[in-house]
């Protein structure tokens, strides 16, 4: 199996296979094509079609879709996020009236797969998405923000790395911690401790 192919277990029988994938291309198409939005519609829409294409099928034989064709699935539902991230590229140094640094190329284009991959790990949660608040460090990183009721989850990404604090109350020594957010597992428990 090629590196960039992401593997379907299918309960359809084998001999099914070739007509499920064109289902598949097909989808990927008319979603392609659709003209893209920001309401929640479409971002519902989107969500449960990327589910269905991720998760259908089930059983011994495989369907192999590629990685890049539920990227760009998860790219247009996330794509206001995408251009809001993207938007930090325009801040000039000292965009915090003091000496802050602008937002660093390699930290956007970092955070930029950061983001995508922790929507689809979100996906494969069968979770909600929460669209976050997006911004920069003094230092240049990209900071994303989300908040749950007393919960808050901010994660900095530099130019290779990403590290989370969270805080779900004001004693900064009892409830608060931080540490790395770089791996799935991290970032799948961070996005179940925020939603819970």
Do not use: C, H
């Amino acid at each position: 199996m090629q590196r960039d192919q992401y593997v379907l277990a299918s309960g359809a029988p084998a001999s099914t296979s070739g007509a499920n994938n064109a289902l598949y291309q097909n989808i990927l198409t008319v979603i392609i094509e659709s003209p893209t939005g920001t309401s929640p519609s479409y971002k519902v829409l989107y969500q449960t079609l990327l589910r269905s294409i991720i998760g259908l099928y089930q059983g011994p034989s495989q369907i192999a879709l590629s990685i890049s064709d539920i990227k760009i699935i998860a790219r247009m539902i996330i794509w206001d996020t995408l251009t809001e991230l993207y938007d930090l590229l325009t801040w000039n140094d000292g965009w915090n009236g003091y000496d802050a640094r602008a937002p660093r190329y390699d930290a956007v284009t970092y955070a930029d797969s950061w983001i995508v991959q922790l929507f689809l790990e979100v996906m494969d949660l069968d979770q909600d998405w929460i669209k976050p608040n997006i911004s920069a460090s003094g230092d240049g990183e990209v900071v994303f923000g989300w908040r749950n009721g007393t919960k808050r989850l901010t994660i900095y990404i530099g130019e290779q790395n990403a590290e989370y604090v969270r805080t779900w109350g004001p004693d900064i020594n009892d409830e608060m911690d931080d540490g790395n957010a770089d791996l799935t597992g991290a970032r799948q428990s961070l996005w179940e401790w925020l939603i819970s």
